[in-house]
């Protein structure tokens, strides 16, 4: 049995409200938002970080990133704007090692990076 | 002619600093790094945002991905981790209206968005 709470949540096993299902992907609203919209877009397949990405996962990948596309326009905020964002390894900043993509938008995001100006 | 920037750095009448470059994908130094490595990876085909992907760009779309994972490799980052990001229309903070992902590493890159705790 794995321990990845995103597996979990793919199972079923831990709660989320879902965004999008399909076979091969799932989205679900980040619990601790940090935007008005912060979905997470995830490969149900557990994929530990981007560095894990095969060649021969390309349309998976693709997939989850067009998933994030299709759900800010149902969101209403892909003429607004949006930003995604995939955190790797311990410098990204990353938590949960089952890659994701972060969908935020509905609001002026504001700097790439905390402290830089632009 | 294209008064885009991305354009005139793929064409070559704006110079830059490639890292990689073949016949789909181009990436290229952040002349104004957030980061010790701060890099732009694009489509050499002007898309000119993350909206405009279409699904019959999807194996384009997952090689600027794929892209950014080797040179993270390439640059030594992808064991200390890396975030990569796509800024969207005006909330996302999108300047260059040419898909670009930014791969950011290097340090640790601190929070999600500025000002969240996460």
Redesign the interface.
């Known amino acids: 049995m794995s321990d990845c709470i995103f597996c979990k949540i793919v199972e079923g096993s831990i709660p989320s409200t879902k965004v999008f299902e399909n076979d091969h992907v799932l989205a679900f609203r980040d619990i601790?938002p940090?935007?008005p919209v912060h979905i997470l877009v995830i490969p149900k397949r557990h994929i530990p970080t981007?560095?894990d990405?095969a060649?021969e996962d390309?349309?998976l990948?693709?997939?989850v990133?067009?998933t994030a596309?299709k759900i800010?326009?149902e969101e209403g905020?892909?003429?607004?704007?949006?930003?995604?964002?995939?955190?790797?390894?311990?410098?990204?900043?990353?938590?949960a090692y089952h890659l994701h993509f972060?969908l935020?938008?509905?609001?002026?995001?504001?700097?790439?990076?905390?402290?830089?100006s632009?």
Chains 1, 2 share one sequence.
């Open positions: 601790v940090a935007a981007m560095n990405v060649p390309a349309a990948l693709a997939e990133l067009l596309q800010a326009k905020i892909a003429e607004s704007g949006y930003r995604l964002i995939n955190n790797c390894n311990s410098d990204g900043g990353q938590t972060h935020l938008g509905g609001r002026p995001l504001g700097a790439l990076l905390e402290g830089h632009s």
